[in-house]
């Protein structure tokens, strides 16, 4: 059983920075992506960041230059950086773990943290 546990979210004043942080445990093989999504109340789950294993990121246009996301292969751990926060910004954000069950055919296994709660307000 794989879990991921992250941590780091909390309130946050616009402008100010946060760190989210997530680890994942149990029995990974094959680790392809980690990465980030977010849900606001109201709007479906978005993509936030990503990271493959081979250290190639991906982001959202919507916090391109914000945010920055890294990880330890070591440590299956993986960090997202968000600084320059904006209200729009406030939603519960999701560990995302990606593995490689077989390349031909190609399947997959997606594993989801519980999620941590970002709330930008003045």
């Known amino acids: 059983q794989v879990q991921l546990v992250e941590s780091g979210g909390g309130l946050v004043q616009p402008g100010g920075s946060l760190t989210l942080s997530c680890t994942a445990s149990?029995?990974?093989?094959?680790?392809?992506?980690m990465g980030w999504y977010r849900q606001a109340p109201g709007k479906q789950r978005e993509l936030v960041a990503s990271?493959?294993?081979?250290?190639?990121?991906n982001y959202a246009d919507s916090v391109k230059g914000r945010f920055t996301i890294s990880g330890n292969n070591t440590k299956n751990t993986v960090y997202l950086q968000m600084n320059s926060l904006k209200p729009e910004d406030t939603a519960v954000y999701y560990c995302?773990?990606?593995?490689?069950?077989?390349?031909?055919?190609?399947?997959?296994?997606?594993?989801w943290g519980q999620g941590t709660r970002v709330t930008v307000s003045s």
């Open positions: 995302h773990l990606h593995t490689i069950v077989t390349l031909i055919p190609y399947y997959g296994n997606d594993y």
């Open positions: 149990g029995r990974i093989f094959n680790i392809y992506t």
């Open positions: 990271i493959t294993n081979g250290g190639n990121t």
